[in-house]
Nanobody, 127 residues
């Protein structure tokens, strides 16, 4: 059973940076497309970014394009989300998740196909 653990969250000032990590155990992460999602208080969980199994395809929600970068190191069983130029509206709990379909070459930021979820890490952007 695949298990995911996020880390790297914290408190950062507007304009600052954080790098989130999503570490996998129990299975080989390279089998799965991975997505990053976030949920702010009182809001729906939304897709932020995703990366295909090989890392050759990535996608981002418009609000983070040019600021966030997703990457993966399959040898380390880890996916990263580099977040730059952070804004207060980026404040949320961030989750990583694995797509159960074992598809190649694509990924989606829609929640539907994601079966395995981490516990989340809090990101707070505030001065």
């Amino acid at each position: 059973q695949l298990q995911l653990v996020e880390s790297g969250g914290g408190l950062v000032q507007p304009g600052g940076s954080l790098r989130l990590s999503c570490a996998a155990s129990g299975s080989t992460l390279e089998l799965y497309a991975i997505g990053w999602f976030r949920q702010a208080p009182g809001k729906e969980r939304e897709g932020v970014s995703c990366i295909s199994r090989s890392g050759g395809f990535t996608n981002y929600v418009d609000s983070v394009k040019g600021r966030f970068t997703i990457s993966r190191d399959n040898a380390k069983n880890t996916v990263y989300l580099q977040m730059n130029s952070l804004k207060p509206e980026d404040t949320a709990v961030y989750y990583c998740a694995a797509d159960w379909r074992l598809v190649s070459g694509i990924c989606t930021t829609s929640k539907g196909p994601y079966k395995y979820w981490g516990q989340g890490t809090q990101v707070t952007v505030s001065s």
